[in-house]
């Protein structure tokens, strides 16, 4: 196998299990690795357009879409019209969305350091560094 075919191979396999841990972590504070994304973008700008957080949590419009459906039905979020544009659909973080993410962050947080121990700082802003690029290249 090539050098680019087995990196690719490894990236996948290595994302895959990520997400899968990752996933399990969340479930345990009631939430999805998708949803928790969305929680910690409107914890930075509370109240962001959809077409906004479907680039922020790298998910399509039409899985964003379902994703803040099941969202606004637990109550996390509600959608609201833009005041100045009416075609434009926020999000906002509801006071249970809020509670929720106050719950979740820092075990989180906590999970990804211990995942990430392998790692000093300089190999993790190198590592960042290279995935950066990668995502830029990609486009």
Known sequence: MDKQMATWSLFRKTFA??????????RKHGTTPSQF??????????????SE??????CVNSNITSIIG????????????????RRVVRV???QDGKELYNKTVLPHKQ?????????????????????DKIYDHVG
């Open 17 to 26: 299990k990520l997400q899968r841990v990752a996933e399990d972590d969340l």
């Open 53 to 58: 957080l479907s680039k922020q949590s790298a």
């Open 111 to 131: 999970f990804l350091s211990t995942m990430l121990e392998c790692y000093n700082e300089d190999e993790l802003a190198e590592f960042n560094k290279l995935l």
């Open 92 to 94: 906002d973080l509801t």
């Open 70 to 85: 099941r969202m606004e039905e637990r109550g996390l979020v509600k959608r609201v019209q833009d005041k100045n544009d």
């Open 37 to 50: 994304s969305i929680l910690w973008n409107l914890s930075v700008e509370e109240s962001t357009p959809m």
